[in-house]
């Protein structure tokens, strides 16, 4: 195991990975150094680390200090998708900033590197479950950039220039996700509708997992230049996620199906129309086509080599989602004639 008195720094602390996994690391005792973009995030961070340091994937310059000292590197940081951002941004952070972040722990002779990648570098799976040898098929310039920096990071590891692993996590949710809201609101509200027939598979991690999975792959040391798939227990289809977020609000289940062809037509025509004046389109083809890829894979290497399983079945998990949305507010409470599953 990593030396355990020096700090591992986790970078892209401020976001919904980067917190989880700096909550799991503190819960277990573990020093840990957060690493945030701007001046501003510090202060909600104060509680988890009283060090945090501000550093930026476009300035290396920057890096060194936030690496020096550090037993390791959890490397969460990324820009995802939005509207507003360029392609060269996507890029220099997604892939030259992991570049500018190994270069930095080595430098200060950082012994192990961690990295996140995305199951999006494999996009739709044609013949699933997909496993970590599955060809990149990146759909997107976020999917895209996340596989350069993959790469970058991987040719590193090979090159025995720093040890590390990558991992690829699933589709993330867990409690305070914000970007699942939307879908948990719409179905609480019963405006829930399909693109096409609800049988894309759809294959979930809870952050929680995600977090012990990330602490196991920097225990492994013995265990460098390879990568891991982090999923749920299992994949289902869009519409079993969707009968059973349902059926814990106390709603029926969604029924309307819309086809799919038109749908991706309209999601088009809304972008082109929205990009010149700056405004986010209500409707995107990357939304419809969350209702058509499927994403399925299989978790078994990170459960042979890393030891990684998940605490619990999805129904589990979307109870803490859902108790942990109306704690805050976020969703009304259950019906008064609601009944557990």
């Not at 990975?17 to 957060?34: D, K, M, Q, S, T």
């Not at 300035?59 to 509207?83: D, K, S």
């Not at 430098?107 to 013949?127: K, L, M, Q, W, Y």
């Not at 040719?155 to 305070?176: E, K, N, Q, S």
Request: aromatic residues 8%; proline residues 7%; contains cysteine.
């Amino acid at each position: 195991m990593p030396d355990p008195v020096r700090p591992f720094l986790v970078t892209g602390a401020a976001g919904f990975v980067g917190r989880h996994l700096l909550e799991h690391l503190n819960a277990r005792g573990i020093p840990v150094r957060a690493m945030v973009r701007r001046p501003e995030q510090t202060a909600d961070l104060q509680a988890l680390t009283t060090d945090v340091v501000v550093a930026d994937l476009e300035r290396p310059e920057t890096l060194r200090e936030a690496t020096r000292g550090c037993a390791g590197v959890y490397h969460i940081a990324a820009v995802f998708r939005q509207q507003d951002v360029t392609d060269e941004t996507f890029r220099a952070i997604n892939a030259e900033g992991v570049r500018h972040m190994l270069d930095a722990a080595i430098a200060e002779g950082v012994p192990r590197f961690v990295h996140c990648s995305t199951n999006g570098v494999h996009s739709n799976i044609d013949i699933p479950p997909a496993d970590e040898d599955y060809p990149f098929n990146p759909g997107d310039i976020y999917q895209v950039t996340k596989a350069e920096g993959e790469k970058i990071a991987m040719d590193y590891f090979r090159a025995g220039r720093i040890d590390g692993v990558i991992l690829r996590p699933t589709m993330i949710y867990g409690p305070g996700d914000r970007r699942t809201l939307k879908l948990f609101r719409m179905i609480a509200r019963r405006r829930f509708f399909y693109v096409g027939r609800g049988e894309a598979l759809t294959h979930w991690v809870d952050v929680r997992d995600l977090s012990r999975a990330f602490e196991l792959a920097m225990d492994a040391t013995d265990v460098t230049a390879e990568a891991f798939l982090i999923g749920g227990r299992r994949y289902m289809t869009l519409a079993e996620n969707a009968q059973e977020i349902a059926a814990q609000l106390g709603v029926p289940e969604p029924r309307l199906r819309l086809p799919v062809a038109p749908m991706m037509a309209l999601a088009h025509a809304t972008e082109i129309v929205c990009k010149p004046f700056g405004i986010e389109p209500p409707l995107f083809r990357r939304r419809v086509a969350f209702f058509v890829k499927n994403r399925a894979y299989d978790i078994s290497k990170a459960q042979r080599i890393l030891g990684y399983e998940p605490q619990q079945d999805f129904a589990g998990e979307v109870r803490d989602i859902i108790a942990d949305y109306r704690r805050t507010g976020d969703l009304p409470p259950a019906p008064a004639d609601w009944k557990a599953a």
